[in-house]
């Protein structure tokens, strides 16, 4: 995807409020490496470690403020990534929160995900499919497509005022 600059990322924030927004801050490395296989950008706040966010690009663009668990659980244990659907991230997938954007996530709605830690969902779908996994399923390998898929699903979730 293309790169925003850190200004439109604040404007384009859906769930949170103005003054977070602002004080949201970018990884070390921006823009992030491989950009052009990223389907979506997501890092944790680097001064506030249970603050993390994803970006997307779509006819707008959007971000969202996840909350992060408190204690990094689930990371022994091999939970699969909603996006990806893959349990090889490094440290596993954990549960991200994120609150709804309006008058939904103000009376404290929000929504769940199952994350790769590491937000790099997008390079793992591009990794050529392991040889047992080819013969298995016979289909074309339309993990790229999905990943898209369920990601629009779930800011449409977010952004959502009803459902
Ligand atoms: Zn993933």
């Known amino acids: 995807m293309q790169i925003p600059e850190q200004a439109a990322v604040r404007r384009a924030f859906v769930n949170t ?8 801050s970018l990884p070390a490395a921006w823009p992030p490496p491989r950009s052009d296989d990223r389907d979506f950008l997501g890092w944790v706040d680097p001064r ?4 993390a966010y994803l970006v997307v690009e779509g006819d707008e663009l959007v971000a ?4 992060l668990p408190s204690a990094p659980g689930g990371r022994t244990r091999k ?6 659907h893959s349990v090889d991230a ?10 709804r954007a309006g008058a939904r996530g103000r009376a404290g709605d929000s929504v769940g995900l199952c994350l790769c830690t ?13 040889e047992h996994q080819v013969s298995v399923s016979g289909r074309p390998d339309d993990r790229q497509e999905q990943l898209v898929e369920r990601l629009r699903d779930f800011v ?4 959502s005022p009803r459902g």
């Open 48 to 51: 506030a470690p249970r603050r």
């Open 156 to 159: 449409t979730r977010v952004l």
């Open 118 to 130: 590491d937000f790099d969902c997008s390079l793992r779908v591009r990794e050529p499919l392991k």
């Open 90 to 99: 490094p440290d596993g997938a954990a549960l991200v929160v994120a609150t």
């Open 17 to 24: 409020s103005r003054s977070r927004a602002a004080s949201m």
């Open 64 to 67: 969202i403020e996840l909350r």
């Open 79 to 84: 939970t699969m990534c909603d996006l990806c």
